[in-house]
Nanobody
Framework: QVQLVESGGGLVQAGGSLRLSCAAS????????MGWFRQAPGMEREFVAA????????PYANSVKGRFTISRDNAVNRVYLEMNSLKPEDTAVYYC??????????????????WGQGTQVTVSS
């Protein structure tokens, strides 16, 4: 079992930056690939970024590539999402998720089995 708690969301103007943090507990953190997803009102939950257990592989959704950076610190059981050049269309609840192994099998929410409660990110125009 893995417990996940996100923090760092908030209200920011377009062009601004935010850094999301996800604290993990419950088992050896480095055994789990991690991901960030987001869900806007009336929309399906969508993949944002993922990172392997070692941190060597970091795929991104095309919509955030070059603006967002995912990272992890296995020493303190945390994964981060640095978000720059934010746009109003980035507004959503952002969720941290853990895969069952140290490498993600895909980028669907079904490929991740543990979830945080989410943190709201609102980007004003």
């Amino acid at each position: 079992q893995v417990q996940l708690v996100e923090s760092g969301g908030g209200l920011v103007q377009a062009g601004g930056s935010l850094r999301l943090s996800c604290a993990a507990s419950g088992r050896t953190f480095s055994r789990n690939a991690m991901g960030w997803f987001r869900q806007a009102p009336g929309m399906e939950r969508e993949f944002v970024a993922a990172i392997s257990g070692s941190g060597n592989s970091t795929p991104y959704a095309n919509s955030v590539k070059g603006r967002f950076t995912i990272s992890r610190d296995n020493a303190v059981n945390r994964v981060y999402l640095e978000m720059n050049s934010l746009k109003p269309e980035d507004t959503a609840v952002y969720y941290c998720a853990a895969a069952p192994t140290n490498y993600y099998s895909g980028y669907s929410p079904a490929d991740f089995i543990f979830w945080g409660q989410g943190t709201q990110v609102t980007v004003s125009s």
